[in-house]
């Protein structure tokens, strides 16, 4: 059974810091993984989406990586800001089955 | 394009009564599904569908039912409510381009519900 585990569960950091969020999986057959975002009462938002082919994907001041082999996939924020905190999560997917870790909150203060 | 959108927003039930949960979306995906989010769990699939009239289960299927009669909707019910279901449920669609599922969800809002 594919378990994904987020760590840290929350994170607070300054304005303007370069972070980090990690996501692993337990089992590296997966068709793809997303990382979404979501912010308090409302839906998920996909953010980035990696194919089981692609070692990385990149959406302005968001990189996201993947590392099969390992089960391993890092959400790299640059610069970060105070409109960027929000829960963040990651999901792989393997054709119509998709796992969701339970989610690194991040808190950016100015 | 409303994209896709969970009715109602909030419900309270007693345990045994039933209801349904309503998702629509506008975007034409053969692919719908619904979750269920629970404090420290993370998102768990309780049943999805790839087309109107194709239904199967996820994670979590039992004590809910879903039917797809069109490609828009994808109905979620609940038979007899218990307090372990108590929960925020998202529904969720994408596209499927043959084989391929490499598209991004897209979520509605969710539906906060409560079983006492």
């Known amino acids: 059974k594919q378990e994904v585990t987020q760590i840290p569960a929350a994170l607070s950091v300054p304005e303007g810091e370069n972070l980090v969020l990690n996501c692993s999986f337990t089992?590296?057959?997966?068709?793809?993984l997303q990382w979404f975002r979501q912010d308090p009462g409302k839906g998920l938002t996909s953010l980035l989406l990696i194919q089981s082919s692609q070692r990385e994907q990149t959406s302005g001041r968001l990189n996201a990586s993947l590392d099969k082999s390992s089960g391993r996939s890092t959400l790299y924020i640059a610069a970060s800001q105070p409109g960027d905190s929000a829960t963040y999560l990651c999901a792989v997917s393997n054709n119509n089955d998709m796992r969701f870790g339970a989610g690194t909150r991040l808190t950016v203060k100015p | 394009n409303a994209g896709v959108t969970q009715t109602p927003k909030f419900q309270v039930l007693k345990t045994g009564q039933s209801m349904t949960l309503q998702c629509a979306q506008d975007?034409?995906?053969?692919?719908m599904s619904w979750y269920r989010q629970d404090p420290g769990m993370g998102l768990r699939l309780i049943h999805y569908?790839?087309?109107?009239?194709?239904?199967d289960q996820g994670e979590v299927p039992n004590g809910y039912n879903v039917s797809r009669s069109t490609t828009e909707d994808f109905p979620l019910r609940l038979l007899s409510a218990a307090p372990s279901q108590t929960s925020v449920y998202f529904c969720?669609?994408?596209?499927?381009?043959?084989?391929?599922?490499?598209?991004?969800?897209?979520f509605g809002n969710g539906t906060r519900l409560t079983v006492t």
């Open positions: 569908s790839v087309g109107a009239g194709i239904t």
């Open positions: 089992d590296s057959a997966i068709y793809n």
């Open positions: 969720a669609s994408s596209t499927i381009q043959g084989y391929d599922y490499n598209s991004p969800l897209h």
């Open positions: 975007m034409n995906h053969e692919y």
